[in-house]
């Protein structure tokens, strides 16, 4: 044992003189920052999510090698809309070179590249446009997606809740009373937000996107939005303050506890009947009722009497 350990104790020596200080493990440094190096190209100064445009000019005489192109369905009931607005939507597509066809007997739409297209992402871009437009999303928010800073998401609400009539609830409670719940998420995230059938289609930048899928979501595993909208709107006013600017804002937001009510209970107390092996007493017959009463031993003369006196009582009553 001694031997080995001596030997590790060696290796372990020539590998420290061997790698160069700078890359030795400093022991002031915790140990899961240990051996992070220095990365000159990324500071502070960078913002990671700063659009960063791509022109014609960048891209030069190179244009795409290969044709691409997407396709997708629509419903029967869009025909009509996207008959009367395809002209401007090959128009719209035409500035960025890009051949925007409709089937009418498949109910498709698709869009292909040409030999001019220089923007190798703008036929994703189109491929977005063509999904919400199945989707029933106006062509005039629709064509946002083309923009650089603009980007879309569909989200699917279907499967998260079973039961259909809390489903419907729920997505009701997303879109609030006169769509004012769906106005003000829109309002805090400059987004466009559509709800229809099982999907969500949102447009918008790419953080506006995060925040609603994080609303939608919550909403749909019985969170109401109105917690959600509260902190967006206390988030907006701290991003106004330069001083807040480095620090931590969970002293400010909100923190809500589900709480759940406890049922009242009653005072009634239920008598459990013990299980008995005989079988149940037989219920009286009518001409047992009779005998009891002693109305069977009447003659029937006597009984008619008797029944029409009833009838006068009741009548009398009404």
């Known amino acids: 044992m001694g031997k080995g350990s001596k030997k590790e104790d060696k290796k372990a020596a020539a590998v420290a003189a061997a790698t160069p200080a700078s890359d030795q493990p400093k022991k002031d440094v915790p140990k899961s920052k240990r051996y992070r190096k220095d990365k000159p190209w990324d500071h502070e100064g960078i913002d990671h999510w700063a659009n960063i445009p791509y022109t014609k000019d960048e891209a030069g005489e190179n244009t795409l090698v290969e044709e691409s192109s997407f396709s997708t369905l629509f419903p029967k009931y869009r025909e009509q809309y996207l008959r009367e607005w395809w002209p401007h939507i090959e128009r719209e597509l035409k ?22 297209t220089w923007d ?10 063509i999904k919400l437009l199945a989707r029933s999303v106006p062509f005039q928010h629709a064509k946002r997606v083309l923009q650089d800073e603009i980007a879309c998401e569909v989200i699917k609400i279907a499967n998260i809740v079973r039961n259909k009539e809390r489903f419907v609830k729920r997505r009701q409670r997303l879109i609030g009373p006169n769509g004012a719940t769906l106005k003000a998420i829109e309002l805090l995230t400059d987004c466009y937000m559509l709800v229809q059938g099982n999907t ?35 988030k907006r006013e701290l991003m106004k303050r330069e001083d807040l600017k480095g620090e931590s804002w969970d002293r400010f937001l909100p923190k809500f506890k589900k709480t759940n009510q406890k049922k009242k209970k009653s005072n009634t107390q239920i008598v459990k009947k013990e299980p008995s092996h005989l079988p149940p007493e037989q219920l009286p017959r009518k001409v047992d009722k009779e005998i009891e009463s002693g109305e069977y031993f009447l003659k029937p003369s006597g009984k008619r009497k008797q029944s029409s006196g009833i009838n006068k009582k009741k009548r009398s009553k009404n």
């Open 95 to 116: 500035k960025h070179h890009i051949v925007a066809e409709l089937d009418l007997v498949e109910g498709s739409m698709t869009v292909r590249t040409t030999r001019k």
């Open 120 to 129: 190798p992402y703008i036929i994703i871009k189109a491929r977005d446009v």
């Open 200 to 234: 969500v289609s949102c447009i918008g930048p790419y953080k506006g996107l995060k925040q609603v899928r994080k609303v939608v979501l919550d909403c749909m595993n019985n969170i109401h939005p109105v917690y959600n909208i509260k902190t967006l709107m206390i």
